[in-house]
């Protein structure tokens, strides 16, 4: 599985924001080789689930979980131009 290359089927409004979630992920990160964000469609929303190295998990989190929020809001942000709910999940 390419973590980097968008994916050939599957809807053309989706890769950007996953794209979108890898890019900002790998520029925090010391190990951007190990980011992996997986994206699954809901209902009412789409969940992404990040995943890094787990000395990195503090980086993406942040003091407080301010780098977390800020991710999310990014996130939220771009898809509202799509009028669809998007939700950031962390994973440990």
Not at 32 to 58: C, N, Q, R, W
Request: hydrophobic share 45%; no cysteine.
């Amino acid at each position: 599985m390419t973590e980097g290359a968008p994916s050939a089927g599957g809807s053309e409004t989706a890769p950007p924001l996953r794209e979108l979630v890898l890019y900002l992920a790998r520029a925090l990160v010391e190990h951007p080789d190990e980011v992996a964000v997986e994206e699954i469609d809901e209902a009412d929303a789409t969940v992404f689930e990040l995943k890094v190295a787990e000395s990195d998990l503090g980086r993406v989190i942040g003091r407080q979980g301010r780098t977390a929020k800020a991710l999310r809001t990014v996130l939220s942000a771009a898809s509202a131009k799509m009028k669809r709910r998007a939700i950031l999940e962390i994973i440990e």
